[in-house]
């Protein structure tokens, strides 16, 4: 394989308007955040962080294209990806979207010749600070099932046998879980014989939350729609792992299972966040996760929620 370096900082300033609009937090990792819309209440928790090398995420990409979105690398040159998962409240049922890393720190040394720096442990600490016990979690579904998802969804339950969130049904498609490597642990196969759903496409998982099918990254990859209020959020998954590809949702991505579907499925969901009232969540977009698609001439940016307001 090839050895790609992350692209550090050059001195020029050639980002766009989008990037700078995003400023700092296209290069920065979120923190916990919460979004009221209509009657469902959205909070991001966080669990840790993976850098990925632009270069070699993106393998069609060189320098040149790196300098025309600049303002998306940190410092040392990579992209920044937030890794966590979304709590997804309503009228005292919740439901948790992936489920971060779990217990991780990983040296760039270490990691996948396309990543830097990997960690993940915060969610439960996080979920805490947010107020809810995670025996309060009655459903956790999966956008898909590679381990920055589904670390905490297989960790014990460290007061009983089971597991940390032993009280939930946990939902992908059906054929994201025929995909699988199977159960990590014994107690994680118990509690998949009986708490495993094999979603379809449209079907509600949670009130007011459909399954989307949306396969590239992996075949049985799902985003979900939560409909609220009159608008809708698109939970995106790792259809787009970054804010950029908005820009660009024909560079290919080196770990997407079918590379070209997935292409095919940016462009579908990117004309679904085109639709008014429709507002996007990327799991990895750094800092700018909650924000929606807009349009100037025939380019596409992501426009991040301010919460400020
Ligand atoms: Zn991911």
Redesign the pocket.
């Known amino acids: 394989m090839v050895e790609h370096a992350p692209y550090p900082q050059q001195p020029d300033d050639s980002r766009t308007a989008a990037e700078a609009t995003g400023g700092e937090r296209l290069r920065r990792i979120a923190p916990a955040r919460t979004l009221e819309f209509g009657e469902h209440r959205l909070t991001y928790l966080p669990d840790g962080f993976?850098q990925l090398i632009p270069g070699a995420w993106f393998p069609e990409t060189g320098g040149a294209d790196w300098q025309r979105h600049t303002g998306h690398l940190d410092d040392a040159g990579y992209l920044v990806?937030s890794?966590g998962g979304l709590l997804v409240e309503h009228r005292g049922r919740a439901l948790l979207i992936?489920t971060g890393y779990g217990p991780r720190r990983t040296a760039p040394a270490d990691s996948y010749p396309f990543l830097g720096a990997e960690e993940g442990g915060r969610l439960p600490a996080a979920l805490a600070a947010h107020g809810l016990a995670p025996g309060a979690v009655d459903t956790v579904a999966f956008?898909?099932l590679?381990e920055?998802?589904t670390g905490w969804a297989f960790a014990p339950d460290p007061a009983g046998p089971g597991l940390l969130f032993g009280a939930a049904r946990f939902v992908t498609s059906a054929t994201e879980w025929q995909g699988w490597y199977g159960a990590p642990s014994p107690a994680a196969a118990r509690h998949l014989r009986e708490h495993a759903v094999g979603a379809a496409d449209g079907q509600e998982v949670f009130p007011g939350v459909t399954a989307w099918n949306t396969p590239g990254?992996t075949l049985g990859h799902t985003s979900y729609v939560i409909s609220s209020g009159g608008r809708r959020l698109v939970v995106i998954?790792?259809a787009l792992?970054s804010a950029v590809q908005v820009e660009r949702p024909d560079w290919r991505v080196l770990v997407d299972s079918a590379r070209d579907v997935s292409v095919e499925t940016r462009l579908r969901i990117l004309r679904e966040l085109s639709v008014p009232d429709t507002l996007g969540f990327g799991?990895?977009f750094a800092d700018v996760q909650f924000g929606r698609v807009v349009t100037d001439g025939s380019q596409q940016r992501w426009e991040a929620l301010d919460h400020q307001g």
């Open positions: 993976v990806a890794v992936d956008t898909h590679h920055d998802h990254h998954g790792d792992h799991g990895h």
